[in-house]
């Protein structure tokens, strides 16, 4: 499911994924959302030790706790929605990092379009970005339908497939791909995506000689800034 609808279009398109890569680790939003997802288990009558078995269990089986929650005990997913990702303090917590927004705003739009590819539902994701100072550089989202019975999600398949097809991409080898996680960037190089990033984010100030070499991706970064030279042909050439 998609914000906004794309029409066929030759240029590159740059997806970006939105937790843990368009802000920092350091922030522990994830580790917020794990214990609000974690509430959420106890609040179905589930004792301590087995809510965490199963939610990691789901997560590992189903990509999302959310997914399990729904095939196994039937939950309605706005309402997990609301608890979990809704409740989040983000305002408190996210600031919009100028260099970022730079960043993103360099990436040449006769080259290459922008794009969201988010494992998170779209209230989640419009509000990250909104408080980001990013919503207006990002042409569409592509995020998990949660209004959907057997919505998929990131690293199936049928999700990437989708956000093409949503988007109006036919060719592949156009999509540019960043995500912090490992199974989903690379789901999107087996996919045969273009270029596919994996974000391992590095402490600032913290040098790294050489990227590490990771099977299944075609290129590891540690700072986001990294992707001018990764993505040089899709940066306006002021930029880099
Ligand atoms: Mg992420």
């Known amino acids: 499911m998609a914000i906004t609808n794309g029409t066929t279009d030759d240029r590159y398109i740059v997806w970006l994924d939105i937790d843990n890569t368009l802000y920092p680790r350091s922030t522990r939003i994830a580790e917020l959302m794990g214990e609000r997802i974690h ?10 030790n087995d809510a965490r078995e199963l939610h990691l269990k789901y997560y590992t089986q189903y990509g999302l706790a959310l997914r399990g929650l729904m095939k196994h005990h039937d939950i309605d997913a706005q309402d997990f929605d609301r608890r979990c990702d809704g409740s989040l303090p ?27 590819l988010t494992n998170a539902y779209s209230t989640h994701a419009k509000r990250v970005l909104h408080i980001l100072q990013l919503d207006d550089l990002i042409e569409g989202v592509f995020f998990c339908d949660y209004a959907e019975p057997n919505f998929s999600c990131k690293p199936e398949r049928e999700f990437y497939d989708e956000a093409m097809r949503v988007a109006g991409v036919t060719d592949a080898s156009k999509c ?29 100030g913290h040098t790294m000689k050489e990227h590490p070499q990771v099977e299944g991706v075609d290129v590891v970064i540690g700072r986001l800034e990294e992707l001018r030279q990764v993505w040089k042909h899709v940066f306006t050439d002021a930029s880099s």
Not at 39 to 48: A, K, P, Q, V
Not at 99 to 105: F, G, M, N
Not at 186 to 204: D, F, I, Q
């Open 90 to 116: 983000l305002e408190t917590i996210l600031k919009p990092d100028p260099k970022v927004r730079k960043l993103i705003q360099d990436i040449d739009r006769s080259k290459a379009r922008v794009w969201a």
């Open 176 to 204: 540019l791909f960043v995500d912090d996680n490992l199974n989903n960037v690379k789901a999107a190089k087996s996919l045969g995506w273009g270029c596919s990033v994996l974000y391992s984010e590095r402490e600032e």
């Open 39 to 48: 509430e959420y288990f106890l609040s179905l009558g589930f004792e301590e």
